[in-house]
Structures are given as C-alpha cells and as structure tokens.
C-alpha cells in the first residue's frame, strides 16, 4: 500500500521542521519527505491548508473496559481517539477487575489488538487491587507489556510504599504516574472558593492536590529516581515543579486541556459536566498552567478522558463522579488557548503532544522522518465549528464543550500507515 500525502505543511519538533512538504508512506513505514514527489500511489490526499504532526499520542486517559463497559470499550473509546488524532493512548487501570496481573493486562492488551486502531499501550496498577498495601510484581507487569505504574485515582497514601514502588519502577526503567491528592483536605466537590460558596458545596483545598506533589518530589530527589506527576492543576504545583527541575531532580509531570480551558466558573454553565479530579482552579491557575507548558516545565499534555454515563452525571454536584471525556476536543482547546494567543507555536505543541509523550513512555514514535513508522495526524487548523452531543463519537457525552463554538478539526489519522479516521 503506497499513501502519497501532498502539499501539507509539516510540522516536527525533533527535526524542527516546519515546511510545506510532500510524504510517501510505503506499507507501515515513511519512506520519502521531499518537496515534491511523483510517484504512483494507491492513495494521494492533497494536503494543502492541512497540518501534518506526528500522531498525537495521549499518556493517561481511561477505557473502563473491562467491567465499567456501560460507560465506554477499548473499541469505542478507540473510535473516539483517532476521531480526535491520537495514534497511541495509555489507559489507566482503574477497571474491574484491576491490571494487577499478567493476566488480566494480557487480556487488555489483546481486545486493543482485536479493535486495531490505535496502539494502546495500557498502565499497570501501582499495588496490588490499587488498595495501597502490597506492590504488583514490577518486573512480570512491564514484560507483560505495562507502558508505567499508577494507581489512578487512588493516591498511594503510604509514604513507605509509594517509596518502594518509585524506586522499584526505576530500576526496571520506568516510572509511577502519580495521583496527587492528599484525602484529608480533598474533601468536597469543587474548588474551594466564590463558586463553590454560591452553589452551597463543600470545596477542595488547592493544597490536597500539593501536598502531595510536594512528598513525590522528595522521594524523587532523594533517591535520584524518576517520579511523574500526573495532570497538574494549579500555581503552586507548577512552581514547585519548575523549582525541582532546576536542581536536576528526575520529576516530570503533565496537564490536561481543560486546565488551561475554563476555570471553577464553568461549573456555573456545565455544572457535573465540569466537575473532576483535580477540579478546575482560578484563573491565576489557568494562566500558570499555560506558562508551564510555554516554560517546558509541564511535558506533555494528557486528556484524561474519563467517560460516564448521563444518569451518573445527572446527580447533584456532591454526587456525581468526577471526569469528562476528552480525546475529541484536545486539539480544538489546544489550538484556541495555546496557538491563537502566541503562548506556543506548533513546534511547541508538537513537543508537548507527540514528541514529549513518546520519550516518557520509552516508545520509537513522535516523530515525522524517513525510515520511522507512519502514525501521523493531520487537520486543518481553521476550521471552526459548534460542538453537539450528535458529534461525540465516545459512548459517554460527559464534556463543557457541547455548545461551544471550536477551531481546528481532525481530517485524518494514520496509524501504522493505515488510515483509521477520515473525516
């Protein structure tokens, strides 16, 4: 199969690339990148006004199978990812029951095979059930194919163990992603402050979420092992990050869309629909999330998509789990809140979103060169939009972007040379 992708302009962070050209994709490989190519194909596409990145890849989202299959599958939540130009996702393990074993990881990794759109690259648990007590066999998970170790959701609330379990991943050359949320100030449904006030809810304490970064930071530094913190959300948090890395300490972290997208304020317009974990901050958070990624102290952003069905979500604010979906609309916030406002230029975003994200996991992808395999994105950058429920390709339509006019739109996605989206 010979895919000839015509006029597009390239953008790549390895080789900083940013240029009109032409690509030839040969089977599952980049065989050709000049700027201009003749040759037959079985398939051209004309590229012109179309960017062509890396294929996105997205290091913390959550597929639910198995046993939460009423809020979405490996199969649609794969639909839903390439629909948004990821080429690769990493699942989290707070499914049922947990990936604490070979066995149960084996079985994930062979349904993403069986739904062959996206690479899918799933996380092991930290401890054994994510109950925080007895660590997995680090060494059988990553041979049984664990991209990296967390816990999710649930914090590992034992110093002693996360300790264990940072140092154990490290020496196998891997990391634990991890959940910071110190419970005994996290309780509650929203950011503490005005809104939470107004809506007559219990709010969380921005410390919860850096109490906790701090102490993985500690670890991190005293044991000269690799720590990553998972989707950061406030001031504080970032500036402890960006402090750490300074002094060389082996910390990375990441943020998701909606972090550098809305404020608590948007809980008045979406209500559950934009309510997660962490929650979303102040606007002084916003704007030092966004200074993170321009400053390169936050690495890669994620979406933590994290589907639910409408009946939970339909609970007062207190009870409603917390989560949206994001695979669909990552690219769209992206270019709006980074692009348009001069915080980053493609290059940088490719960095936060392809090239960035394939380190950290250890993965040969990221980029756009001869010789390397085709996972490639490609959209038009202009194209705006309203964004409706009837759009969503994810089973769950728990998201604040419905109703909300959007810019850039996902044409294709290239997985292994094969098209798997194409809108």
Do not use: W
Not at 131 to 137: H, I, P, S, T
Not at 182 to 189: D, F, I, M, P, Y
Not at 274 to 283: S, T
Not at 366 to 378: C, L, M, P, S, V
């Amino acid at each position: 199969m010979k895919l000839l992708l015509k006029k597009g302009r390239l953008i790549d962070y390895k080789t900083q690339t940013d240029a009109i050209k032409d690509i030839l994709i040969e089977d599952n490989k980049i065989t050709k990148i000049e700027t201009n190519i003749n040759v037959q194909a079985d398939k051209i596409i004309d590229c012109s006004n179309l960017n062509i990145i890396p294929g996105m890849i997205d290091i913390h989202c959550h597929l639910r199978e198995p046993g939460f299959e009423h809020k979405e599958t490996i199969k649609t939540g794969s639909q839903s990812a390439v629909a948004g130009g990821f080429t690769t996702i990493c699942p989290m393990p707070n499914t049922k029951p947990t990936p604490d074993s070979a066995i149960i990881l084996e079985q994930i990794i062979q349904e993403a095979k069986k739904v062959n759109l996206c690479n899918v690259l799933p996380y092991s648990s930290v401890t054994k059930g994510e109950k925080g007590e007895e660590l997995v066999n680090f060494e059988e998970m990553k041979q049984a194919g664990a991209v990296a170790f967390s816990d999710d959701g649930i914090p590992v609330v034992n110093s002693k163990i996360m300790r264990q379990a940072m140092i154990e991943a490290d020496k196998i050359g891997s990391f634990v992603a991890s959940h910071c949320e110190e419970k005994s100030v996290a309780e509650g449904a929203i950011h503490q402050g005005e809104v939470a006030d107004k809506l007559g809810v219990e709010g969380v304490l921005p410390e919860a979420e850096e109490i906790m970064a701090a102490r993985e930071i500690v670890i991190s530094e005293t044991n000269h092992v690799r720590g990553h913190i998972c989707h950061i959300s406030t001031k504080t948090s970032k500036d402890m990050i960006r402090d750490a890395k300074k002094r060389g300490v082996k910390i990375t972290c990441e943020t998701c869309p909606h972090y550098f997208t809305f404020t608590v304020d948007e809980v008045l317009n979406s209500g559950t629909n934009a309510k997660m974990n962490p929650p979303l901050r102040e606007e002084k958070d916003r704007k030092a999330i966004i200074e993170g990624l321009k400053e390169g102290t936050i690495d890669c952003i994620i979406t933590d998509h994290a589907p639910h069905a409408e009946e939970e979500k339909n609970q007062d604010l207190g009870k409603a789990p917390n989560g949206i979906i994001g695979f669909e609309t990552a690219l769209s916030a992206e270019i709006m809140n980074l692009i348009d406002t001069k915080a980053l230029t493609y290059l940088d975003l490719v960095r936060i979103t392809s090239y960035n994200p394939a380190k950290l996991i250890g993965i040969d992808r990221g980029t756009i060169e001869e010789g390397k395999i085709a996972d490639i994105t490609i959209f038009d950058p202009n194209e705006e939009y309203t964004y409706t429920k009837e759009m969503i390709v994810s089973k769950s339509k728990n998201t604040p972007f419905i109703g909300k006019k959007l810019k850039g739109k996902v044409k294709y996605t290239i997985v292994n040379g094969k098209i798997v989206y194409e809108n």
